[in-house]
């Protein structure tokens, strides 16, 4: 009923009405639902819970696809792009670049564009779509593996979740990592239990692969190992599991700690980037670095725009709520496996304790993250908690179910949390102005605007750019590192200097481009409507540069404004 897109949309909410995402929600809840019924006491096996998988599978396929339905030509307008960039060269050249030091999202999205003869910009965006389904799928298995068939069940509508946001959405490599991550665990899993050469095998492979996709998701899965092989030392396992937990694993994990330290090792210790960052991140802990945290960063936010509170906890939740659930339930579920410690040697898994261990070792991580200019945000340690903190979540509330004697207000409690989390999940699986964002479509106006400016405009002269990142088009169009922009061009001065002078010229001692999209014309009316004080650019600012003698128009497309803006001031 709703037609494609034909425009740049700011929100891919707002354009569906109201009632298709209710439906989604409630659609996503009674899968779960039907799931949950197959664990209760009275219940007899059966195969409801199937179809409630099913119903929740095709949920999270029209979540992960939509921008497909819209007709958007591309989706992610940041790093995808310059890993675009990369997969041009591996085309033209045959080769990797240099510089790239995770190569199996560009290596997976050629291959597919050679097999299906489309190009990789088509491509990329349904691969991160797939492996997004596929990482639920892998979740399944594994807590179908560690628990079980009552207790899996419990856990089965959690790990459903697409609890990695905007990640399902984003093809780059950690993203992209760390969706497979309940893969090379679930393998991780079964080697344990089972010590088949062929699951060995395939657990080999994956390690060194999920190596090459992100250094950081490599070593996240070391801190996990190591602390499951600490849990599996005879002493420590003595101490706190009872013997049949303890006996769920009988070989310990070093093999698989030094295959992926070994990896990781040869494959990343010549290229000069990691040492530099490792440097840096020294440097910020040991106090050779005063670089700015993002709690600082956030701080100075919100001291200088003084937001109202509704906003700021509507951020707060859509950006962190489901970590707050899933680390609350899994801290409670830790807590309580200590106090069980404390009266008597533990009967949960070895598994069961590394996963919750785990969860908390990464919430801990991600302060630091947030405290320390780390490289890289908190975001990356607090998404994989969540990724473990799932994984134990659903036994929680099964063990209280089962305390309670089968209490049928524990069900009903773990469905209105299920149904917080899935509402959550699903306004924060894309960007959008709910929480000061915009949303990461690209359009052909845009693709051909950069294209245009690539070919034809005067790469001598500088730009201005506002709504676009030129050099991420120019990485997607001509290949990465080509450098024909500035990555770092000079934004275009406050309400384009009209608010102190009559000319955009005046502000300039050379001529310069500006280039402006529909991206950037809806930005503050959409994602500030209520904080016009802090607006850089308004619509009338907009207006009066068609108008302005100093400024001439040199391409229009609807979506994508290229302007020739003429110095006034004299070079001294």
């Given amino acids: 009923m709703t037609p494609p897109a034909n ?50 599978l095709l949920c999270n396929s029209i979540l992960v696809f939509v921008p497909y339905v819209r007709g958007y030509t591309y989706f992610e307008r940041a790093d995808v792009l310059t890993h675009l960039g990369f997969i041009q060269i591996i085309q033209r050249t045959g080769r990797f670049s240099g510089e790239l030091i995770y190569p199996n999202i560009h290596q997976l999205v050629l291959t597919l564009s050679y097999a299906t003869g489309l190009e990789p910009m088509r491509v990329i965006n349904a691969v991160s779509g797939v492996i997004s389904l596929f990482s639920m799928l892998a979740a399944i298995a594994l807590v179908a593996t560690v628990y079980d068939r009552r207790r899996a069940l419990f856990s089965i509508p959690f790990v459903c979740l697409l609890i990695g946001g905007t990640a399902h959405m984003n093809a780059s490599p950690f993203a992209q990592s760390m969706l497979i991550l309940p893969f090379v665990l679930y393998l991780f899993v079964k080697e344990q239990q089972t010590h088949a050469f062929a699951i060995r095998l395939a657990l080999a492979v994956s390690l060194v692969a999920l190596v090459i996709y992100h250094p950081l998701t490599a070593l996240f899965a070391l801190v996990f190992f190591t602390i499951y092989a600490v849990f599996q030392t005879s002493v420590v396992r003595g101490a706190l599991l009872s013997s049949d937990a303890a006996s769920s694993a009988l070989t310990g994990s070093g093999t698989v700690r030094r295959l992926t330290l070994g990896a990781f090792v040869v494959w990343y210790y010549n290229f000069a980037g990691m040492l530099i960052r490792a440097e840096s991140v020294l440097n910020t802990l040991f106090g050779a670095s005063n670089g700015e945290s993002q709690l600082d960063a956030y701080s100075s936010t919100v001291s ?36 069980k410690r404390a009266r008597r040697r533990l009967s949960v898994s070895v598994f069961e304790l590394s996963f919750s261990a785990t969860a908390m070792a ?15 945000g908190f975001g990356r340690p607090l998404m994989a908690a969540r990724y473990f903190a799932v994984l134990v979540v659903g036994s929680f509330f099964f063990d209280l179910y089962e305390r309670l004697n089968w209490d049928p207000n524990v069900p009903r409690a773990v469905v209105v949390v299920l149904t917080i989390l ?15 964002r915009t949303n990461q479509q690209v359009t052909d106006m845009e693709l051909d605007g950069a294209g245009w400016h690539l070919t034809y405009s005067d790469m001598d002269r500088p730009h201005a750019e506002y709504g676009v990142d030129l050099y991420r088009f120019e990485d997607a169009l001509i290949g990465f590192h080509s450098d024909n922009v500035t990555k770092d061009p000079d934004p275009p001065p406050d309400h384009f200097g009209y608010a102190d002078g009559e000319t955009l010229g005046a502000e300039y001692n050379e001529s310069h481009y500006l280039v402006i999209t529909s991206a950037g014309r809806q930005f503050y009316p959409e994602v500030w409507p209520d904080y016009r004080q802090f607006w850089r650019y308004t619509a009338e600012d907009f207006d009066r540069l068609e108008t302005d003698p100093t400024v001439a128009q040199v391409y229009a497309n609807g979506g994508y404004d290229t302007y020739l803006v003429n110095e006034t001031i004299t070079p001294a």
Avoid: C, N
């Fill in 304 to 339: 200088r725009t003084s937001p109202a509170v509704v906003d700021l906890l509507r951020i707060l939740l859509l950006e962190y709520g489901i970590s707050m659930i899933l680390l609350g339930v899994s801290g409670l579920h830790f807590s309580k496996m200590l106090v």
């Fill in 7 to 56: 425009q740049y949309e700011i929100s891919i909410y707002r354009v569906f009405p109201w009632y298709f995402w209710t439906m989604l929600v409630a659609s996503t809840v009674v899968g779960q639902v039907l799931i949950l019924r197959g664990a209760f006491p009275d219940e007899k096996p059966g195969r409801d819970w199937q179809l409630g998988l099913l119903l929740i």
């Fill in 422 to 436: 899935v509402v959550l999940s699903t306004l924060g699986a894309h960007h959008s102005p709910l929480t000061m």
């Fill in 362 to 376: 990464f919430a801990g991580v991600s302060v630091l993250f947030l405290l320390f200019d780390l490289i890289v």
